[in-house]
C-alpha cells in the first residue's frame, strides 16, 4: 500500500530557531499534500494545502511567513516552523493524496506524525 | 461548507461487548464519509470510508458504519471490542473526492479487560 514518511518523529528545539519537518510518498505521486497540527484533545486542524509546483493555500489563521510550505516535487513536501516558540509545541501530521485518474479515487494516506516541542 | 460532530470524546466498553461510536455529519451536498484510527504518537489510518453505492461499509479490523442520510449519521460499530482496538478515532467529510477533509473533535476508545 501506499506509504507517507515523515520525519522526523520527534525534535525537541530551542526558542527562536527554526525547525524543518519532511512529508514524502514513498511509492506514489502525490499531487496534493495537506499539512495539520494536532492540539491535544482536540482534532486535527488543517493549516494548508500544497499542490506540487504551486504556492501553498492557507487556512485562515495560518500564519504563511511562519509555517512555510514548500512541495517542489510530487514525492517531497516540507513544513517549515521559523522562529519557533513554546506555543508552536504540537503535533504535526501530513497527509498526501494521489488521484488515480483510471477509477477516480483519491485516497488521502497519512504520515505518523511528528511531536515538535520547543523549550 | 461541511462539519462533523462526534458525540462523547471518550467511550469505554468491555472486551467482547459491542462498539458503538457516534458520527454526525452536516453537507449541503452528498458527502464522502470516513472513519480514522490514530494510535499514540501516530499518524492516522483509515479504518474505512463511503463514497456512494451501498450504505453498509465494512471496514478493516472487523468495523464497519453505516450511512443514514435521513439522520445524516455515519456510526462506526464493531461487534466485539478487543483490547487492541483501544486508540482514538476520527470521522471526517469531504464534499468532493480531491477536496479537504474535515475531522471531527475525535472519540478516545478504551477497552476494559
Known amino acids: 500500500g501506499a506509504v507517507v514518511s515523515q520525519h522526523p518523529s520527534r525534535v525537541i528545539c530551542k526558542s527562536g530557531t527554526s525547525v524543518k519537518i519532511e512529508c514524502r510518498s514513498l511509492?506514489?505521486?502525490?499531487?496534493?499534500m495537506f499539512w495539520y497540527r494536532q492540539f491535544p484533545k482536540k482534532s486535527l486542524m488543517l493549516m494548508a494545502t500544497?499542490?506540487?509546483?504551486?504556492?501553498?493555500?492557507?487556512e485562515q489563521g495560518v500564519e504563511k511567513d511562519k509555517f512555510l510550505i514548500n512541495h517542489a516535487s510530487l514525492t517531497l513536501s516540507t513544513l517549515t516552523v521559523t522562529s519557533a516558540h513554546p506555543e508552536d509545541s504540537s503535533f504535526y501530521i501530513c497527509?498526501?493524496?494521489?488521484?488515480?485518474?483510471?477509477?477516480?479515487?483519491?485516497?488521502?494516506?497519512f504520515g505518523n506524525g511528528t511531536r515538535l516541542t520547543v523549550t | 461548507a461541511q462539519s462533523v460532530t462526534q458525540l462523547g470524546s471518550h467511550v469505554s466498553v468491555s472486551e467482547g461487548a459491542l462498539v458503538l461510536l457516534r458520527c454526525n455529519y452536516s453537507s449541503s451536498v452528498p458527502p464522502y464519509l470516513f472513519w480514522y484510527v490514530q494510535y499514540p504518537n501516530q499518524g492516522l489510518q483509515l479504518l474505512l470510508k463511503y463514497t456512494t453505492g451501498a450504505t453498509l461499509v465494512k471496514g478493516i479490523n472487523g468495523f464497519e458504519a453505516e450511512f443514514k442520510k435521513s439522520e445524516t449519521s455515519f456510526h462506526l460499530t464493531k461487534p466485539s471490542a478487543h483490547m487492541s482496538d483501544a486508540a482514538e478515532y476520527f470521522c471526517a467529510v469531504s464534499v468532493e473526492s480531491y477536496q479537504k477533509v474535515t475531522f471531527g473533535t475525535g472519540t478516545k476508545l478504551q477497552v476494559i479487560p
Open positions: 500544497s499542490n506540487e509546483g504551486s504556492k501553498a493555500t492557507y
Open positions: 511509492d506514489f505521486q502525490a499531487t496534493t
Open positions: 497527509s498526501a493524496r494521489a488521484v488515480d485518474l483510471g477509477t477516480g479515487n483519491s485516497p488521502l494516506h
